[in-house]
C-alpha cells in the first residue's frame, strides 16, 4: 500500500520566507523515511494564517483524488490569528475524535501546555486530514505518537478500503502493542529479531523454586507463538537509505562527507531512544548470596512459612505467666524439661534471645529484673546441672507477651516479601530478606556482560608502553589508552562483568575482528574513539556498510559527547537461550526459547574518544542501556539527578552541558542541599574534569537560557540539577 502524503504548513512568518519553515521539511523527513509513504513534489506549501487559503489548498487535494493523507502544521493554538480547525472543519465529514484524542493525550505527556492546541481530524472523502502544532518538537512527538503501533497505518488502509485484516492478524499474533508501552517482558513481541531471523520460539511457564531444567524445549505444541514475516519487518529497525549512510572508509578521503549525515539530536530524544530499542536479557535462576548484589527480581517473592514459626523471645530472661506475681521460682532449662510441655506453677523457664517459649508461657522477664536465689550444688543427684542456677526471684510482674515475638510477627507466611522488578542491592538489605525467608535460590534477569574496545593508531596501553614506538611512525609519542581502564573501572564498579577486547588500529580488518568478538560474547559493545568525521572513524561505516547495524542515533546536542552514537547490530544466535514473555503475577515467569541461528539485536555505544566525552557519555546513555537489559524499571534507567547549588560560575552553551563536579552535603549551614564544587576546566580531552567527580551538573542549553532570562552563565549559587555519578562526600 502506497501512501501519498500532502503537507501544509500554516505560518505567517513562514509564507513570507520559507527557510523560515522548521515544521514542513521534518513531517516530509519523517513521512518519508516510513515505508509506502511518499510525499510527491508539489505537495508541500506554505500558506499564511488565513481561513481561505487554508481550506482552498487543503479541498485541492482532498479533490484531486491522490492524496491519501492531509498533514498541516501550525494554526491550532489560541492565537489571535489561529484559524486552521475553523478553516478545515466544514471539510471534514467523518470527524475522528479519537484521533484528536491520541495527540492531545500524548503531547501532555510531555508539557501541560498541550491542552491548547486544538487539532482535528477527520476524514472527506477518501483522505484523512491531521492537523498539527506548528512547534518542530510537537510536530515529531504527534506524528511519532500517530506512527506507534501502527494507528495511522490502519486508518489509511481503512479509508482507502481496506479489509484491516494484515493488522488484525498482527494484533493477534500478539504484536502491534505501542512501542513505548514495553515492560521487561518486551522479548514476547518486541524488537530483537531482524527480517533475517523467522522468531520460532514457543513459551511455556515455570515454577520458580523448582528446577528449571526442562526436557519439553521442543515440543512445539507448548504455546507456539506465530509471528507472520510482515510482523517481523514491522519490528526490525529500519536501515537508512544508502544515501545517508556513513562514508566508505574504502574509498578516498576527498570523497568523505563534509557534513555529518545524522542529525544532531536533542539529549531527550538520544535518551528515548536508548530507552525503547534495548531488550531486556533472559530470566536466570541464581543463588542467594553477595553475588545476587545488582539484578533485578525476576518473580514476586513469598513467605513459605512464619518468621519466627513460635513465640519466641527478644530478650535474654526467663519465660512464665502474666498471671505470675513477684516471688521466688524454681527455674527449669531446655535441659531438664521439654519445650512443649507446659511449664508447671511456682516455675519459670530460661530463654535466650530468639529462642522459643515454652508451652503455657506468655511473657518473659529480663533477666536484670530478678535475682539469683540459689543454685544446684555440685554433689548433687544431677551432676549435670551442678553449677546451675535452681532458684530465681523475680523482681516484678510482667504484663502479657512483654518482649515476646509473636508467630509471624516479622514475616507472615504467604506474605509478599519482595516484588518482581525490585533491585537487589550490594547493600545487603535484600539479600538479606531473602535468605530470612529462606529463599536459596531466586529468578533474576541476566545482568549484561559488556565488551569494551579502544580504537586509534595513536592509543597505547599504559602497561605496555613498549608498543610506543611500533605504533607511531613519527617522533610524537601516542596517546595512553584512557578510556579502557576509567570505563572498565566504571563498569566494574557497577558490578558488570567486562570482556577486555584491547586495543585496535585504525584499519577496518582489526575493527571487524575485535568487534565481532565482543558481539559474540557480550550483551552490549562499548567502543571509544573513531566517532566522528575524519578518514579513519571507522565506528559509524562499519556499523551500517559491514556489520548490518542500524544507527539510532550519531550526534547529539550534548557536551562532551556531540558524536555519541548508538546503533544495534543483528547477531546469530550461537545456542538456545531463554527469553522471559508476559509477565504474569504471581510466582511464574513465562520463558520463551530463543532457538540456535536466530537473531538478536545486540546494542552497540560508539563513545567519542576524548576521555572525558568517554566518560560522560558512559554514564549518561550507556547506564540506561545496561539497567534495561538488567531489568530496571522504566522510571529507574538513568541516573538519579539531585538539586544543586552552585558554588562557581558555570558558562552556557549551544549544547546541553555536563559540568563536572564534586557533590557535597553541607550539614552546618543546615541547608537541604547539596553543594557543586566545579572540577576546573571542562575541556572533553581533560581527563582529569573527573577527577573526584561525583556529579554532572546539567546546564541548559544556551538558548534555552537565553529565553528565559537572557542570562549565558549560571551564577554561584544558583540552583540546578546534577546527575549523581558516586558517593556524596562530607564538606
Ligand atoms: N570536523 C569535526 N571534527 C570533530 C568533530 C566534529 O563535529 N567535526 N567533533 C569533535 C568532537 S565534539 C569530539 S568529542 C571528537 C570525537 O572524536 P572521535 O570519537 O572520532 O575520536 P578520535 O578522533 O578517535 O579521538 C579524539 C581524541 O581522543 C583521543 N582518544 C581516543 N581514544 C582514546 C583513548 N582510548 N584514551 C585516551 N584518549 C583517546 C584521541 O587521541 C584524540 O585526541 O571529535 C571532534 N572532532
Ligand atoms: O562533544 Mo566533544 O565530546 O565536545 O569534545
Known amino acids: 500500500m502506497t501512501i501519498n502524503v500532502a503537507i501544509l504548513t500554516v505560518s505567517d512568518t513562514a509564507a513570507k520566507d520559507a527557510a523560515a519553515d522548521l515544521s514542513g521539511p521534518q513531517i516530509r523527513e519523517i513521512i518519508t523515511s516510513k515505508d509506502g509513504y511518499q510525499v510527491q513534489d508539489g505537495f508541500c506549501r506554505i500558506v499564511p494564517d488565513e481561513k481561505e487559503e487554508i481550506h482552498s489548498a487543503v479541498s485541492s487535494w482532498v479533490e484531486s483524488e491522490n492524496i491519501d493523507w492531509v498533514i498541516t502544521a501550525g494554526g491550532t493554538g489560541f492565537g489571535v490569528r489561529d484559524v486552521t480547525p475553523e478553516a478545515l472543519s466544514p471539510l471534514i465529514e467523518r470527524p475522528a475524535p479519537g484521533i484528536v484524542h491520541l495527540l492531545i493525550s500524548s503531547s501532555l505527556n510531555k508539557t501541560p501546555f498541550a491542552a491548547l492546541s486544538r487539532p482535528i481530524a477527520g476524514t472527506a472523502k477518501n483522505t484523512l486530514i491531521t492537523t498539527l502544532p506548528g512547534s518542530l518538537k510537537a510536530v515529531t512527538e504527534n506524528l511519532e505518537a500517530l506512527f506507534d ?40 513481541h518486541h524488537g530483537h529479531h531482524g527480517s533475517h531471523g523467522h522468531r520460532r520460539g514457543h513459551s511455556h511457564s515455570h515454577e520458580h523454586g523448582q528446577h528449571r531444567k526442562h526436557s519439553h524445549h521442543r515440543d512445539h505444541s507448548h504455546h507456539r507463538r506465530h509471528h507472520d514475516h510482515k510482523h517481523e519487518e514491522h519490528r526490525a529497525p529500519k536501515p537508512r537509505s544508502q544515501a545517508a549512510l556513513s562514508h566508505d572508509p574504502s574509498a578516498s578521503v576527498a570523497s568523505r562527507h563534509r557534513v555529518s549525515p545524522f542529525a544532531q539530536i536533542s539529549l531527550e530524544d538520544a535518551l528515548q531512544l536508548v530507552k525503547t530499542n534495548v531488550d531486556t536479557l533472559p530470566v536466570v535462576n541464581l543463588p542467594v548470596n553477595a553475588q545476587l548484589g545488582g539484578h533485578i527480581l525476576a518473580e514476586d517473592i513469598y513467605a513459605p512459612c512464619n518468621v519466627p514459626s513460635t513465640f519466641t523471645t527478644s530478650v535474654d530472661g526467663y519465660a512464665l505467666r502474666s498471671i505470675d506475681p513477684p516471688g521466688v521460682y524454681t527455674v527449669l532449662t531446655s535441659q531438664t524439661r521439654k519445650i512443649d510441655t507446659p511449664l508447671p506453677e511456682g516455675c519459670i523457664y530460661r530463654v535466650n534471645t530468639g529462642g522459643p517459649l515454652p508451652a503455657g508461657a506468655d511473657t518473659v522477664i529480663m533477666v536484670e529484673d530478678t535475682k539469683l536465689v540459689s543454685v544446684h550444688q555440685e554433689d548433687g543427684p544431677n551432676t549435670l546441672l551442678a553449677e546451675e542456677e535452681k532458684q530465681v526471684e523475680t523482681l516484678a510482674q510482667i504484663p502479657e507477651y512483654e518482649n515476646v515475638r ?79 581502564p576509567s570505563l572498565t573501572a566504571a ?3 557497577l558490578g558488570y562483568e567486562v570482556l577486555d577486547l584491547g586495543i585496535v588500529p585504525d584499519d577496518v580488518q582489526s575493527h571487524l575482528t575485535a568487534i565481532r568478538k565482543g558481539l559474540a560474547e557480550a550483551d552490549l559493545l562499548l567502543t571509544t574513539g573513531g566517532t566522528s568525521m575524519g578518514p579513519t572513524d571507522l565506528l559509524k561505516p562499519l556499523i551500517e556498510r559491514h556489520l548490518d547495524g542500524v544507527i539510532h542515533f550519531g550526534r547529539v546536542s550534548v557536551k562532551p559527547g556531540k558524536p555519541t552514537t548508538f546503533a544495534r547490530v543483528p547477531v546469530k544466535i550461537e545456542h538456545d537461550v531463554e527469553v522471559p514473555v508476559t509477565s504474569p503475577s504471581g510466582p511464574q515467569v513465562q520463558v520463551q526459547v530463543e532457538e540456535k541461528n536466530n537473531i538478536i539485536w545486540k546494542p552497540v555505544f560508539a563513545l567519542p574518544g576524548n576521555p572525558a566525552s568517554a566518560l560522560v557519555t558512559f554514564y549518561v546513555f550507556v547506564i540506561p542501556a545496561l539497567r534495561r537489559l538488567g531489568g530496571w524499571p522504566t522510571a529507574q534507567l538513568e541516573l538519579p539527578k539531585v538539586n544543586v547549588e552552585l558554588q562557581n560560575t558555570m558558562p552556557l552553551d549551544p549544547r546541553t552541558e555536563y559540568h563536572r563536579v564534586i557533590l557535597k552535603t553541607d550539614l552546618q549551614s543546615g541547608a537541604a542541599i547539596l553543594k557543586a564544587y566545579s572540577t576546573g576546566g571542562q575541556r572533553s580531552s581533560r581527563a582529569a574534569s573527573l577527577c573526584n567527580a561525583n556529579g554532572l551538573v546539567i546546564l541548559p542549553p544556551l538558548a534555552q537560557r537565553q529565553e528565559d532570562d537572557g542570562r549565558r552563565h549560571l551564577e554561584t549559587g544558583d540552583i540546578a540539577k546534577a546527575l549523581v555519578i558516586g558517593e556524596i562526600e562530607m564538606e
Do not use: C
Open 406 to 484: 509473636k508467630p509471624g510477627s516479622d514475616v507472615r507466611a504467604g506474605e509478599l516479601v519482595m516484588s518482581k522488578g525490585e533491585k537487589i542491592t550490594k547493600a545487603g538489605g535484600e539479600i538479606g530478606t531473602l535468605a530470612f525467608v529462606g529463599r536459596k535460590q531466586v529468578a533474576v534477569y541476566k545482568k549484561p556482560k559488556v565488551a569494551i574496545l579502544s580504537t586509534g593508531n595513536e592509543i597505547v596501553d599504559i602497561q605496555a608502553p613498549e608498543n610506543l614506538s611500533s605504533t607511531s611512525s613519527d617522533s610524537w609519542g601516542g596517546i595512553f589508552d584512557t578510556n579502557r
Open 149 to 188: 503501533g501502527d494507528v495511522i497505518h490502519h486508518a489509511l488502509d481503512l479509508i482507502k478500503g481496506g479489509t484491516g485484516r494484515e493488522i488484525h492478524s498482527q494484533l493477534s499474533a500478539g504484536g502491534t502493542g505501542s512501542e513505548s508501552s514495553h515492560s521487561h517482558g518486551r522479548h514476547g
Open 491 to 493: 563498569l566494574e564498579n
